[in-house]
RNA sequence: CCCCUCGUAGCUUAAUGGAUAAAGCAGGACUCUUCUAAGGUCUUGAUGGGGGUUCGAUUCCCUCCGAGGGGACCA
């Protein structure tokens, strides 16, 4: 009776809902709904439609829901229930045969040929030259890499650019504050720190002697005139550096195609300006500075060229997208780069705009990385976390726990679990959450190997791989025996792995990624807690269960692989 | 003063305008003769204030309060 009414409210329903979206669907969808039995009505609409846009059949279904609301029926209490109705229906048919096409190719599934032949520039980690990595590089190292590897599943072409920060006035600060204090054995002998050192110095003495500033820009200004000496130094900063670097990236597993920095566009400068100024886009500024005006953009005017004729991160970066688009002609250029820079973003964007390039940046902020105090931390007050101490502490940490868990171990596996372990936790840590957010460093937080963590979902993928060597080989399945709740609701999970994906590289999201898997591993912890597997003696479905357990597993191989971590066999 | 981001449980975070707002940590109670306890089970607890749009608002709009970031010679 109540189904009855559900039925005539979903067809009232359908038919306004219909008007709302898109009159070319109405007709065959009516069509093919209305030949079905009973029951499949609100189902066949709610499929027929989703496939057509593109949407789940829940969300469907909800619209569905509301449209019968509005209409107020009075028979009808609680209309979720169509929602209800599609996911039940959702959760039999459909389910198992899903199941044994995702079997057959897991270990590919959610890749995509889609967008062959199509190139994007996903610009991430921009260290600086003579200062260290921090937690703040992390940031855009870990998430670029993510969204590289994301992109490359769905079949782009990624050009993976890290984009040095190797020009500026900080160097000439640098330069100025080397002169001034600095000590050549004692820079050579342990280059970063020392060059730290004199950076944090030069902003003390700053602050006591406010006449060092314009030392600062003048030694950049020779320098980009071609100082021989300042320019021997600078190379030599530059070299130590990028050992440092690639060390560092060492320690993470992280590749780049291109380490090109912003000095590789020195030479494109001073033709850049001349020629903005030429074409009547760019115009003298205050005290003989030159100036973008983009008041037509409702921002402020952006800076160029320095009164001292030096050239600014902004002047490079016009230079440097100009290059991209002209070199690689890529689909897209992303920038991962904090929150704080969306304004230089958005003058960048305005001047492309101006300029008539093909693309404009775009800008995948992220929030910043807020010490304990919820402030900024700054390497200019020596308040960075290392980025070497924090991975050192997640390694020893992890080193513990495994002596502790793992006595069984040789050396060598207790040091590459430990290893796996300390590193997934750190980036899953960071990928997991919206990148919107600013995020409030904790030690604690960040070194919890329990819980919403990698280290559960290596865990996780441990164990599937534990029972599956144990099982051996998997004779015949037959998908008809699985039928349990549990069982159905990771199959429904697993439908979803290419959709998460999809979204993630839409939004440029990692969270919604990293839900997912550990959605995932809790449904397949709750299930074999309960569930004998091995020992099962119905043979076909320990098989089928086998089956389903070794999808989850390469699922979460490759889900964690997109993220940038790796999984072991044993853990 | 202007612009941007944000405000959800004690803490840290989720939620294309949809179903009973979802987790982790912390707190309380259980659980290792059975495929790895980095696990599983139960439990306490939240949308800054006020309006508006909507069948329906954490989400969109207005306003107030609060936090962080940025605003021509840093990147």
Redesign the pocket.
């Known amino acids: 009776m109540i189904k009855e009414v559900i039925i005539g409210s979903v067809r009232r329903a359908t038919t306004n809902l219909f008007k709302k979206i898109n009159s070319e669907f109405q007709e065959t969808l009516i069509e093919k709904s209305s030949n079905s039995q009973f029951g499949d009505y609100a189902v066949n609409v709610a499929f027929g439609l989703a496939k057509e846009l593109g ?2 059949p ?2 469907i ?3 569905l ?3 019968i ?2 209409s ?1 029926p009075e028979k009808i209490e ?10 039940f229906f959702l959760s039999v048919g459909f389910i198992r045969n899903q199941l044994a096409e995702i079997y057959k190719k897991r270990d590919s599934f959610g890749r995509s040929n889609l967008a062959k032949g199509k190139k994007i520039i996903v610009e991430y980690s ?1 260290p ?1 030259i003579a200062k260290p990595m921090h937690v703040g590089h992390l940031r855009t190292t870990i998430l670029g890499d993510a969204l590289a590897n994301i992109y490359e599943t769905l079949g782009y072409k990624v050009i993976r650019w890290n984009y040095i ?1 190797d ?4 160097f ?2 640098l330069i100025a504050a080397y002169k001034l204090w600095g000590d050549k054995k004692e820079v050579e002998r342990d280059p970063i720190p020392a060059l730290v050192g004199l950076y944090v110095k030069f902003h003390e003495e700053i602050k006591k002697h406010p006449e060092l ?1 314009h030392r ?2 003048e030694e ?1 200004k020779k320098l980009e005139d071609g100082d021989k000496e300042n320019q021997k130094l600078w190379r030599w900063f530059k070299k130590e550096s990028l050992k440092e670097f690639e060390r560092m990236y060492g320690l993470l597993g992280i590749k780049f195609d291109l380490t090109t920095g ?1 000095s590789f566009f020195e030479g494109d400068l001073r033709p850049l300006v001349s020629d903005l100024m030429k074409r009547g886009i760019a115009e003298p ?5 030159i ?1 973008i ?1 983009l008041d037509r953009f ?1 921002l ?4 160029i ?4 004729g ?5 002047t ?1 970066d016009i230079a440097s997208l100009k290059y991209r688009i002209k070199k690689y002609e890529p689909e897209k250029v992303l920038y991962i780069v ?7 973003f ?1 003058q960048l964007a305005a001047i492309a705009e101006i300029l008539e390039f093909k693309l404009g940046p775009e800008h995948v ?1 992220y ?2 990385i ?1 010490g304990e105090n ?3 931390l700054a390497t200019r007050e020596g308040r960075a976390i290392l980025f070497e101490d924090l991975v050192s502490q997640a390694i020893e940490l ?1 080193e513990k ?2 002596a ?3 006595p069984d171990a040789s050396e060598k596996e207790k040091t590459e ?2 290893r796996t ?1 300390a590193l997934g ?1 750190l980036k899953y840590e960071i990928l ?9 460093f ?1 030690w ?2 960040m070194l ?6 990698a ?2 979902l ?3 993928y ?2 599937l ?3 599956l ?3 051996g080989r998997v004779g015949r399945i037959d998908f008809n025996t699985l039928g349990e709740v549990m069982e159905l609701s990771i199959i429904k999970h697993l439908i979803n792995f290419p959709d998460t994906i999809a ?1 993630s590289a839409k939004m440029y ?1 990692t ?2 990624l990293a ?1 997912y898997l ?2 995932l ?2 449904l397949t ?11 099962d003696e119905n043979e076909s479905r320990r098989n089928a269960r086998l089956a389903l357990i070794s999808t989850t597993a390469s699922i979460l191989k490759s889900g964690l692989g997109l993220l940038g971590i790796s999984v ?4």
């Open positions: 949407k789940s829940q969300i279904a909800q619209a829901a509301g449209e609301n509005k107020k609680r209309v979720e229930a169509v929602g209800g109705y599609v996911n921009q600086n920060g020009w500026g006035t900080q000439g600060k500033d600062g820009q950049f912003e500024g205050e005290g003989g500075a100036i005006k409702d402020p005017p952006a800076l060229r320095k009164s001292d030096a050239s600014l991160y902004l490079r904090d929150n704080g820079q969306s304004l230089h958005q902020r929030g910043l807020l919820k402030k900024k992890a726990i495994v502790d868990k793992r679990i430990a372990v936790a997991k959450e919206h990148r919107n957010s600013d995020i409030v904790d604690k937080r919890d190997f329990r819980g919403n963590s280290p559960y290596q865990y996780t441990a164990r791989s534990s029972i060597a144990r099982a979204d999201l969270n919604n839900l550990y959605e591993a809790n912890n709750r299930f074999y807690e309960k569930t004998s597997i091995i020992k072991l066999e044993k853990i």
